[in-house]
């Protein structure tokens, strides 16, 4: 398993992943509290960022309403504990389930009717904002009034039920984070992923070979919606409230889209790049703001990284960087 | 082989098909020729499940195959190299080469197919971890080549292999299509360089609006006046 992870990188590749993963395991002994919480919610960043671009870094399927399967997942976990006394651990199933089912749906009308590029991504967005409005109604999970996750304050640290330390979040969102590292690595080398770089390169050509576009799209609408909504439970359990207004928005979606654009669009290392530069970003012109009154500077900034990044990056960092620094290219991801 | 009979194909209300019958035998080189507009490219992708014809049907060993889906029509071993080449230009030379055997059908003799590529275009092994759109025009062609054989295709079926070649490498080109036709390969080619491919073909077929107007031997063809009149200019 670790042998096919490492498959193919290059002795290079191997210390600045190991330097990496040494710095971010140690990480809570060396930070404050503030700073931890910057680093977490970058990892939390860094996993939306990398489901996404399941879907449109791997597939070139753009979605613009994946903010849709946070919330789905957060409120389904969310709901299940706080009506049912469920906990997380077992709550996620079904909240993955249903997000893939949602997926399922959007994959199945966009694909059987060949909606594609920007139909398909206004399809995505009508699909978040019809589930907004839903859940803004559905008082058993308090309408726009929000749902809430009893707080106690343990210093125990508690898994099932994802009651901890600030540290327990980090390490979640580490695993969590980590863990879709290695997913999207492995589909990538393999036969799924070969058959998403294909259609995302030339639909038309990769049906002239045979490949069965339908099957493959649907697979990865349906994983990126699955993945999505496991970072939602983390939202439910580590934020501890939320409200369609905000955990629906297409704000949500776009921010979350904003690392793998930044960091590379279909690489494997640029979500989670784009996240630890971006969330760190928002949280220093967060401080700014307060002190100087700038609002909305911060999606002023937003905009000109893009703006920068698609003028003289259009492949994102990452690509830039691993050239520099001599590290082997990710499968896909054409010089 | 494959046996065509009767088919239409419309895009929308406009025909683009209109009863056209064909035959390719088993190990034969198939030459389909005509003006641009005529159908060639219609009849490939109706053969290839890449649109659906409305009547007739395809016969493909003895099995019809009109109105399936690509993927199924490709995994009985009809394998098809587009107009305009169509390679995965960020994808490198081998990542385009493993899509190509993503068939069930040729899954499991990847690396059989992959060495024999190699050895039949020695320049992709030289380029293997190149991007393919950084190759050259005939480079190219070969690589769109070479990943349709890692599909391990019984026919396979050429759009304009020629097109936008350098004339060194369009006689390349078809010295490749003669080699795998005679290692058994059945051929179905369609060009715009109608001389040459009705030298090569054993039976030839003239589309003209969507119909077959003239059909018949390679040779007979070329000596036919009225394709000597409008496809070769004598």
Redesign the interface.
């Known amino acids: 398993m670790i042998g096919r992870l490492l498959g193919e990188a290059g002795t290079r590749a191997r210390i600045a992943l190991g330097l990496a993963a040494l710095v971010l395991l140690a990480a809570p002994a060396m930070v404050d509290d503030y700073l931890l919480t910057v680093l977490t919610q970058s990892l939390f960043f860094a996993y939306l960022g990398q489901s996404w671009n399941v879907m449109m870094g791997f597939a070139g399927l753009l979605s613009l309403g994946h903010a849709m399967f946070v919330g789905l997942g957060a409120y389904v976990a969310g709901a299940l504990f706080v009506h049912f006394g469920l906990p997380p651990v077992i709550g996620l199933f079904p909240a993955m389930a249903l997000a893939a089912l949602v997926g399922a749906a959007i994959g199945f009308l966009g694909f059987r009717f060949s909606i594609q590029g920007v139909y398909f991504a206004l399809l995505t967005i009508a699909f978040a904002e019809f589930i907004r409005i839903l859940f803004d109604h559905f008082t058993w999970v308090g309408g726009s009034s929000g749902l809430f996750i009893p707080v106690d304050n343990r210093t125990v640290n508690d898994l099932v039920h994802l009651r901890g330390t600030p540290e327990m979040f980090y390490y979640l969102a580490l695993g969590l984070s980590v863990a879709a590292l290695a997913l999207s690595r492995l589909l990538l080398a393999g ?1 799924l992923g ?2 998403w ?2 259609i995302r ?2 639909q ?9 576009v339908f099957r493959a799209k649907m697979a990865a609408v349906v994983l990126s919606a699955a993945m999505t909504s496991l970072g939602g439970v983390f939202y439910a359990f580590y934020f501890n409230n939320m409200f369609p207004e905000q955990i629906f928005n297409i704000n949500l979606s776009i921010e979350l889209l904003l690392g793998p654009i930044i960091g590379g669009l279909g690489t494997l290392i640029g979500p989670i790049l784009g996240a630890f530069v971006l969330t760190p970003l928002s949280e220093l012109l967060s401080a700014l703001t307060e002190r100087h009154a700038l609002i909305g500077i911060k999606h002023f900034v937003y905009g000109l990284c893009v703006v920068l990044i698609v003028v003289f990056l259009p492949g994102g960092l990452w690509p830039w960087i691993a050239r520099r620094l001599g590290l082997d290219r990710p ?5 | 082989m494959l046996e065509v009979r009767d088919l239409d194909l419309y895009y929308g209300d406009a025909q683009a098909l209109d009863r056209v019958s064909l035959t390719v035998d088993p190990g034969a080189i198939v030459a389909i020729v005509g003006a641009n507009g005529a159908g060639k490219t219609s009849l490939i992708r109706a053969v290839a499940g890449m649109e659906r014809p409305r009547h007739g049907s395809i016969r493909f060993k003895g099995r019809d195959i009109a109105g399936q889906p690509s993927h199924v029509v490709c995994d009985l071993g009809i394998g098809q190299v587009a107009e305009g080449r169509q390679v995965f230009p960020n994808l490198s030379v081998l990542e385009n080469l493993e899509v190509g055997a993503m068939l069930p059908r040729a899954r499991d003799r990847q690396d059989e197919s992959l060495a024999e590529v190699m050895a039949l275009f020695p320049r992709l092994a030289e380029r293997r971890d190149q991007a393919a759109g950084t190759l050259s025009g005939g480079e190219q062609q070969m690589l769109a080549i070479g990943r349709c054989l890692m599909g391990k295709p019984e026919l396979i079926m050429f759009d304009e292999p020629s097109l936008g070649l350098a004339p060194t490498v369009v006689q390349e080109v078809f010295r490749v299509i003669r080699r795998l036709n005679r290692q058994g390969l059945t051929v179905v080619l369609v060009e715009q360089n109608v001389a040459l491919s009705l030298k090569l073909a054993a039976r030839a077929y003239v589309l003209e609006n969507g119909r077959v107007a003239i059909s018949g031997t390679g040779a007979d063809l070329l000596a036919d006046d009225r394709v000597r009149r409008a496809y070769l200019g004598m």
Request: without cysteine; proline residues 5%.
């Open positions: 036969r070969h058959r770089l294909a390169e030339d038309e050509a990769a049906q002239a070979l045979g490949i069965d499968p896909g991801d054409g010089t």
